[in-house]
């Protein structure tokens, strides 16, 4: 878990925090702990993008067969709270003069074919082509991020919510700003 990471990482300023990190996630995991740990070991380690859950089997960090992969995939639990509030308390990126820069916006999750999924709503999105905008069937996210100063393109996500159809689409998610204050 946490504890087998090396100490001596190359351009990893604090390693404690990061153990600290993956001990403080693996406690948000109540059912099928190790495997859904693995399985995030295994989603952050791939060489390019994810395209199928047992292809994530064969990644040499999911030590488990795929059965075991589907079984956590359907019954494991992730206390999402536990993990907003362990999120919260990592340090932030603070620039030299002591800001922070956050970034808020609202990115949709399209999902045309899930006609059946609860609380759909539609999300306006652009098209390539000018003029090419349109609404498609998803969900909205609310996210806010504190921005690394310099040029990177780090961030560190401080929360995001889903939006319903009461939401104020132009407004942060309230925990992330209230946990910095």
Not at 71 to 76: I, L, T
Not at 79 to 88: F, I, K, V
Not at 130 to 152: C, H
Request: glycine letters at 12%; one cysteine or more.
């Amino acid at each position: 878990m946490g504890d087998s990471l090396p100490r001596d990482l190359p351009g990893v300023e604090d390693i404690g925090v990061l153990c600290r990190f993956r001990r403080d996630f693996h406690g948000c995991l109540s059912r099928r702990a190790d495997t859904l740990f693995e399985l995030t070991d295994a989603v952050l380690c791939a060489d390019g993008p994810v395209r199928t859950l047992v292809g994530l089997s064969l990644a040499p960090e999911h030590r488990r067969g795929h059965g075991a992969l589907y079984d956590a995939g359907n019954h494991g639990l992730l206390d999402t709270g536990r993990l907003r509030r362990d999120l919260a308390g990592l340090p932030l990126p603070w620039s030299d003069d002591g800001r922070i820069m956050l970034a808020v916006d609202v990115s949709p999750w399209l999902r045309p074919e899930a006609a059946t999924s609860p609380g759909r709503m539609f999300c306006h999105t652009y098209g390539r082509g000018k003029g090419q905008a349109q609404v498609i069937p998803g969900w909205p996210y609310s996210f806010v991020a504190a921005l690394e100063p310099g040029r990177t393109s780090w961030t560190a996500m401080l929360d995001a919510v889903r939006l319903g159809p009461d939401d104020d689409l132009s407004a942060p998610p309230p925990a992330a700003i209230a946990a910095h204050h």
